[in-house]
C-alpha cells in the first residue's frame, strides 16, 4: 500500500518533471524567444524544481546526478552547453562530496583501491576538459548524444556481480596491498583485486569523457571496478562514488578557471539536487529500484536523442552558411 | 586476512574527517552566498534581471561581453580573477564553490605524513603527485578555449 503511494508520488513526480522540459517556457525560450522576455527569477526556480526531482531519480536509479543533469538541462534550458558541463561537474562533485566521508568510515568505500585509479582519472579528466571547452558547442552535442546513449546501451545489457570471482590477486594489486573485508548481514568475505593495469588503462577514458562532458562517470566506474577489476558490487558503487569527488574536482577546476561556471545556475542546481538526494534516500526503501531503473534509462535514450539531433542539426547549418541567423545560431549551439 | 575486523585505515578516517568538514562548510556557505545574491543584499556584476541576455553565450563570448559591459578589465576575468571580485554578490558563489573543489587537494595533503610515518612510499607518493596535479588543475595555468 505504501509502496504504491510512494510509486504513484514517483509517476506524478516524473510526469511533474517531463511536463516541466516539454513545456513551453523552458523549450520556447530556449529555441527562440528573447532571452529577456521572461523574469530572471524564473529560470533559477524552474532549476531548482526540475533538479530537486532529479536528485530523487538519480539516487532511485542508482545513477550520479550528472549523467541526467547535463543532456537534461543542456538539452531543454536556455543556458550555452560550457556552463551546463561545468555545472554538471559541480552537481556531479558535491554528490560525491557528501557521500563520501561516509562511505569511507563505514569502509565500503576504498581509498587504497581509489588513489591509484583516481590519479589516472583526475589527470585525464583535466584533458578531456580542456579538450570539451575547446571544442565547438554543436561538435561536444553530438558526442555526449552517442556516449548518453551508449550508457543507456551499458545501462541495459550490463551485469553485475555481488561477489566477483577472483581466484588470484595481480603482482600491482597486492604490491599496493588493494584487499579488504566486506560485511553484509548474512556475509563477510575477504576481497582482493585483478587486472589492475587494464582497469587503470580503461580510467584513462573514463576521465576523459568524465571531464569533456562533465558527466561524472559512476556510470562507467561502477562496471569497470566490479566487472573487470573484480570488486565486489558495494565496495564497488561507493568507491565510484568517493572516486568522483576526485576525478570531477580535477575537471571542475579547469571549468572554474576558464570562466564555465555561472553561480545563477550552479548554486539552484546543487541545491535541488542535493534536497532530492535526501528525499530519494527516503523512498528509496520502499520504491520499486526496477520500475525507476527504466524509467531512467527511458530519460536518458531521450535526452541523449536530443543531444545527437541538436548536434547533427547544428553541424548541418554550420555547413550550410544561408544567413546571419543560422550561422549565429550554430556558434552558440542553440 | 581473514580475522582482520572491518575497520576504516588510519589515513582513510583522517580524509573523510577532512572531506566531511570542507563540504559542510563548502554546502553552508554556497546557500548563504546563493541567498545574499539572489536577494540583492550584496549586488552582483551582471545585474539579475540582464543575466539571461548572456547564459547562452559560449563560455569566451560571455566573459569578453560580461568585460566589456560591466568590468572593464584589461582582460576579461579568468583563473583566481573572481577573488578581486568577492564583494559582487554573484562572483562571491566563486568561494564557496572553490572551496568544494579544493577540499580534496587538502585530504589528500593531510594523510601523506601519516603514509610516511607507515613507510608506505607508493601510496606517500601518489598522494603528493595528486595533489600536485590538482594544484595544476587549480592553478589557472591551464588554458582551453573554443
Request: with cysteine; proline share 5%.
Amino acid at each position: 500500500m505504501k509502496e504504491n503511494r510512494f510509486t504513484g508520488s514517483l509517476r506524478a513526480g516524473f510526469a511533474v518533471l517531463a511536463a516541466l522540459l516539454l513545456a513551453s517556457p523552458v523549450t520556447s525560450w530556449a529555441a527562440a524567444a528573447p532571452a529577456d522576455a521572461t523574469a530572471w527569477w524564473v529560470m533559477p526556480l524552474l532549476l531548482l524544481v526540475v533538479t530537486f526531482f532529479m536528485g530523487i531519480i538519480a539516487v532511485l536509479g542508482g545513477v550520479g546526478g550528472g549523467v541526467l543533469y547535463v543532456p537534461i538541462i543542456g538539452g531543454f534550458f536556455p543556458f550555452h552547453i560550457d556552463f551546463v558541463r561545468g555545472a554538471g561537474l559541480l552537481v556531479a562533485l558535491s554528490g560525491a562530496l557528501a557521500a563520501g566521508p561516509g562511505l569511507l568510515k563505514a569502509n565500503l568505500a576504498s581509498l587504497r583501491l581509489a588513489m591509484p585509479v583516481a590519479l589516472v582519472a583526475s589527470s585525464c579528466a583535466i584533458v578531456g576538459a580542456m579538450f570539451g571547452l575547446a571544442l565547438p558547442a554543436h561538435i561536444v552535442k553530438l558526442l555526449l548524444g552517442v556516449t548518453i546513449l551508449g550508457i543507456v546501451v551499458i545501462m541495459f545489457t550490463a551485469k553485475k556481480s555481488d561477489f566477483p570471482d577472483v581466484p588470484k590477486a595481480d603482482a600491482l594489486s597486492t604490491a599496493l596491498g588493494i584487499y579488504g573485508i566486506y560485511q553484509s548481514p548474512d556475509k563477510t568475505m575477504n576481497w582482493q583485486i585483478h587486472r589492475t593495469i587494464p582497469g587503470l588503462l580503461t580510467f584513462i577514458i573514463i576521465g576523459v569523457m568524465a571531464g569533456m562532458f562533465g558527466l561524472g562517470a559512476g556510470w562507467a566506474n561502477v562496471p569497470v571496478l566490479n566487472l573487470m577489476m573484480g570488486a565486489p558490487l558495494k565496495i564497488s558503487v561507493a568507491t565510484s562514488k568517493f572516486l568522483l569527488s576526485i576525478t570531477d574536482t580535477s575537471a571542475a577546476w579547469v571549468y572554474l578557471n576558464n570562466g564555465a561556471v555561472i553561480p545563477m545556475l550552479v548554486a539552484p542546481s546543487l541545491i535541488g539536487i542535493m534536497l532530492g538526494s535526501f528525499v530519494g534516500v527516503r523512498i528509496l526503501k520502499v520504491a520499486k529500484p526496477s520500475f525507476i531503473r527504466w524509467m531512467v534509462i527511458g530519460i536518458l535514450a531521450f535526452a541523449g536523442g536530443k543531444s545527437l539531433y541538436d548536434g547533427i542539426k547544428a553541424m548541418n547549418n554550420a555547413s550550410r552558411p544561408t544567413s546571419t541567423h543560422t550561422q549565429e545560431a550554430s556558434h552558440h549551439g542553440k | 586476512m581473514a580475522n582482520e575486523k572491518n575497520v576504516a585505515s588510519e589515513e582513510q578516517l583522517l580524509y573523510a574527517t577532512w572531506l566531511e568538514k570542507g563540504m559542510l562548510i563548502g554546502l553552508v556557505l554556497i546557500v548563504i552566498s546563493f541567498a545574499l545574491y539572489v536577494t540583492g543584499i550584496i549586488s552582483p556584476v551582471v545585474p539579475l534581471d540582464e543575466l539571461s541576455n548572456y547564459w547562452n553565450l559560449p563560455v569566451k563570448d560571455y566573459l569578453t561581453a560580461v568585460n566589456n559591459n560591466f568590468l572593464h578589465f584589461d582582460h576579461p576575468p579568468t583563473g583566481w580573477a573572481w577573488l578581486t571580485l568577492l564583494g559582487k554578490g554573484d562572483f562571491l558563489n566563486f568561494l564557496p564553490i572553490a572551496i568544494l573543489s579544493g577540499i580534496t587537494m587538502l585530504c589528500y595533503a593531510v594523510i601523506v605524513p601519516v603514509f610516511m610515518k607507515k613507510g608506505e612510499k607508493a601510496y606517500m607518493i601518489m598522494a603528493i603527485v595528486e595533489v600536485l596535479i590538482l594544484a595544476l588543475a587549480a592553478s589557472g595555468l591551464l588554458k582551453a578555449g573554443h
